[in-house]
Each structure stands twice: as structure tokens, then as C-alpha cells.
């Protein structure tokens, strides 16, 4: 959905490089996520943040950092990417408030390749 | 803790036939449940969702869901199955008693409709 934008979507990188991996919305919404992806294992939480002064760590967080520069902006980064790290990375949004009891909107995913 | 299976990698079915996406579930406390689907090169989507009240849940593209508490099941119907609803499905489970809770997805099931 364009109201969930990821950029780069598509990044091949060598072991040991940091890379930065981002995701804007225009959903408004208090809530985002970052997931990978890989074959058979479905999406896999790394970080969430509430709100902007909240950052929570997911079931693989390690070798992962991430920054909530605003509301609207949510930064994944590895800080020296390995080859295991290579997989398809979501970013997603929710809003608590509305009613949808955590329907998650995604973003199209950034495919990430570490050499 | 909460998990989600999906016990077929892949499901064939030809067009015009009933398809059935298979999906069970574990949580401590109320389910929460969800289907997206996934097209080549694309992020989630949603399809349904079911919180409380009905057991058959109705969503877009005309699919449908049964949730089987005693089963814990919510598995993914549609009557008749079109080429273009060839996609990844990825069923997820929330405990509905923590507004805090996260989703789990299952590992997803693709899904290939031949003409």
C-alpha cells in the first residue's frame, strides 16, 4: 500500500557493512513494526515501537537496531550485516485505537542480500 | 505463549473448485485471528479477521473463515477458487487478553490455482 513505504526496496550488500533499511507512513498511526520474512518460517518480529519514546525488542532483535525518528518514521539498520541476515523485510503499522484490535497495514518489503 | 500452524506448504486446487487453507491455533486466553495474503513482489494484505460473535467470517475477495474454538482452528475458504487468488496465505494469532500483544504468524501456504 502506498500509505506504507519502505526504501531501498531492493539492497544487495557485502558481510560486514552497516545498512539502513527505512519505512514512512501516512496512516497516522502510533504503531510500527519491523518483520522479516523467510521461506517456510512466515514473519518474524524484530522490533515494535508504540509510540515515539517506545521501542520494544521482538523474537529476533540480535544484530538488529532500530530508531523512531517521528510518528511517522521507523529505521531498521544492521549494524554489520551477515549472510543469515539475508531475507525479505516488512515494515507494518497499527492503530490500537480504532478498533482493529492490531490488523497490521505492511509496507511492500525490502529485499535484503548480504554477500 | 501463542503459536500458529499451517500444516500444508501448498495447496493445488483447479479453478472453479472450493479451496480450503488450513490453519490451527494455541493461545492462553481469547483468539484474535487473521488471514493476509501475499502476490509476488507485494506486502501483506488483509483479508479477514474474526474477534468475537460469529464463527464464519466473511472477507474480501470473497473469502471466508470458520473459527472451531474446540478445534482451534480458522481455516480459510473460499467456494470457488479464481487463477489470480494464487498467492502466499499467512494465517496469525493474537491473545485478545493484552492490548499489548503481538501478532504470530504461521509459517504460510501457497497457494496455486491452475486454469
Known amino acids: 500500500d502506498a500509505d506504507v513505504t519502505q526504501t531501498p526496496r531492493n539492497r544487495i550488500t557485502k558481510t560486514g557493512k552497516r545498512i539502513m533499511l527505512e519505512c514512512s507512513q501516512t496512516?497516522?498511526?502510533?504503531?510500527m513494526y519491523w518483520y522479516r520474512q523467510d521461506p517456510g518460517l512466515g514473519l518474524r518480529l524484530i522490533y515494535y515501537s508504540f509510540d515515539v519514546k517506545d521501542i520494544n525488542k521482538g523474537e529476533i532483535s540480535d544484530g538488529y537496531s532500530v530508531s523512531r525518528q517521528a510518528q511517522a518514521k521507523f529505521s531498521l539498520s544492521l549494524e554489520s550485516a551477515i549472510p543469515n541476515q539475508t531475507a525479505l523485510y516488512f515494515c507494518?503499522?497499527?492503530?490500537?485505537?480504532?478498533?482493529?484490535?492490531?490488523?497490521?497495514?505492511f509496507g511492500p518489503g525490502t529485499r535484503l542480500t548480504v554477500l | 505463549a501463542q503459536s500458529v500452524a499451517q500444516p500444508e506448504d501448498q495447496v493445488n486446487v483447479a479453478e472453479g473448485n472450493p479451496l480450503t487453507v488450513k490453519c490451527t491455533y494455541s493461545v492462553s486466553g481469547n483468539p484474535y485471528l487473521f488471514w493476509y495474503v501475499q502476490y509476488p513482489n507485494r506486502g501483506l494484505q488483509f483479508l479477514l479477521k474474526y474477534i468475537t460473535g460469529d464463527n464464519l467470517v466473511k472477507g474480501s475477495y470473497g473469502f471466508e473463515a470458520e473459527f472451531n474454538k474446540s478445534q482451534t482452528s480458522f481455516h480459510l475458504k473460499k467456494p470457488s477458487a479464481l487463477v489470480s487468488d494464487s498467492a502466499l496465505y499467512f494465517c496469525?494469532?493474537?491473545?485478545?487478553?493484552?492490548?499489548?500483544?503481538?501478532?504470530?504468524f504461521g509459517g504460510g501456504t501457497r497457494l496455486m490455482v491452475k486454469p
Open positions: 496512516k497516522g498511526h502510533d504503531r
Open positions: 496469525a494469532v493474537r491473545d485478545g487478553g493484552n492490548a499489548g500483544n503481538m501478532l504470530t
Open positions: 507494518a503499522t497499527s492503530d490500537p485505537e480504532a478498533g482493529s484490535y492490531n490488523e497490521q497495514f
